[in-house]
């Protein structure tokens, strides 16, 4: 039954297929994930959401990643020496890739604390979700942490995260206008200053790299 972008009846073969075969330890994970991440942004197959992405954390492994990461630069090098002669190859930009395994980090703790809040292990999904918050503030995270701080009555860390989710720049229009209930719940039912608190906020912490 395809409900969720993928086949259903399928997960239990790709599930199997993730422990078989050449597929090095982030291959794994990044198939785990996957599959986890689409359920949890159906909120359909909870069960299977927390088992997979539990699966993916675990398995997550920054050496695989970087060996493909010098690899597939290599491979552009050399192509780009054989259509140029006299081609200057370029080095390896590690801590572009490192950045980028930062965000792939951040994005499976992200899924399996969705999950686990999903499930209603609110405690788990809490320390999942704020260990990704704490690599980078992936949209989800921001927003699902919002929930946990408006449940327990933080109202202005509720908001805090809920700016920061906006400010990835992913939100949607429905995402967007729960940021805006929660302010209006935090300043008197008035959305005066929420453009110039997002402007501050995106100052404060997106620092122009150009003098």
Excluded at 10 to 22: E, H, Q, S, V
Excluded at 82 to 105: L, N
Excluded at 118 to 142: C, F, H, I, N, R
């Amino acid at each position: 039954r395809n409900v969720t972008g993928v086949q259903t009846c399928a997960l239990p073969i790709l599930d199997d297929a993730g422990t078989k075969g050449a597929a090095n330890q982030y291959q794994r994970a990044n198939v785990y994930y996957t599959l986890a991440s689409r359920l949890v942004g159906r909120s359909v197959l909870v069960d299977d959401a927390v088992r997979l992405a539990s699966k993916s954390v675990p398995l997550l492994n920054e050496a695989d990643f970087m060996a493909a990461e010098l690899a597939v630069h290599n491979e552009r090098q050399s192509a780009a020496a054989k259509r140029t002669p006299g081609y200057t190859p370029e080095p390896f930009p590690r801590a572009e890739s490192e950045e980028r395994w930062t965000g792939i980090r951040a994005n499976h703790l992200s899924a399996l604390g969705r999950a686990l809040l999903q499930k209603g292990q609110t405690a788990e999904a809490e320390t999942q979700l704020k260990a990704s918050y704490a690599l980078v503030p992936v949209m989800e995270t921001g927003l699902a942490l919002a929930t946990l701080a408006e449940k327990a009555g933080q109202l202005n860390t509720a908001l805090t995260y809920a700016v920061s989710a906006q400010l990835t720049g992913k939100m949607t229009a429905p995402e967007f206008a729960e940021l805006e209930r929660l302010y209006k719940k935090t300043h008197n039912g008035t959305l005066d200053g929420l453009e110039a608190l997002l402007d501050k906020t995106f100052v404060a912490h997106h620092k122009n790299p150009i003098t």
